[in-house]
Nanobody, 124 residues
Framework: QVQLVESGGGLVQAGGSLRLSCAAS????????MGWFRQAPGKEREFVAR????????YYANSVRGRFTISRDNAKNTVYLQMNSLKPEDTAVYYC?????????????????WGKGTLVTVSS
């Protein structure tokens, strides 16, 4: 059982940067693989990035690879998403999620716990 709370969303100009944070409760944060997903109006929730329990392995959607960086600090029970070179099409609600399984997947269906989301709006 883990509770997730995202923060850091807001309005940013195209080409700018933003850093999202996800604070997790519990004493076993390091036992979860963590992921970021996003959902734009009228669209399905899509995979953005995932990081392994140790933080040694990371995975990205093709649409954000090279621009976004996922990281974690297990001592602080926090996962981050650094977003650079933002585009208007990045506009969405961004969700943090936790997976009890160590096996890699891009599917939202495998995630066990979800935050409430934080809105990112990129203006042109």
């Amino acid at each position: 059982q883990v509770q997730l709370v995202e923060s850091g969303g807001g309005l940013v100009q195209a080409g700018g940067s933003l850093r999202l944070s996800c604070a997790a409760s519990g004493r076993t944060f390091s036992s979860y693989a963590m992921g970021w997903f996003r959902q734009a109006p009228g669209k399905e929730r899509e995979f953005v990035a995932r990081i392994s329990r140790s933080g040694m392995s990371t995975y990205y959607a093709n649409s954000v690879r090279g621009r976004f960086t996922i990281s974690r600090d297990n001592a602080k029970n926090t996962v981050y998403l650094q977003m650079n070179s933002l585009k208007p099409e990045d506009t969405a609600v961004y969700y943090c999620a936790a997976d009890e399984s160590p096996y890699y997947s891009q599917s939202a269906n495998v995630m066990d716990y979800w935050g409430k989301g934080t809105l990112v709006t990129v203006s042109s």
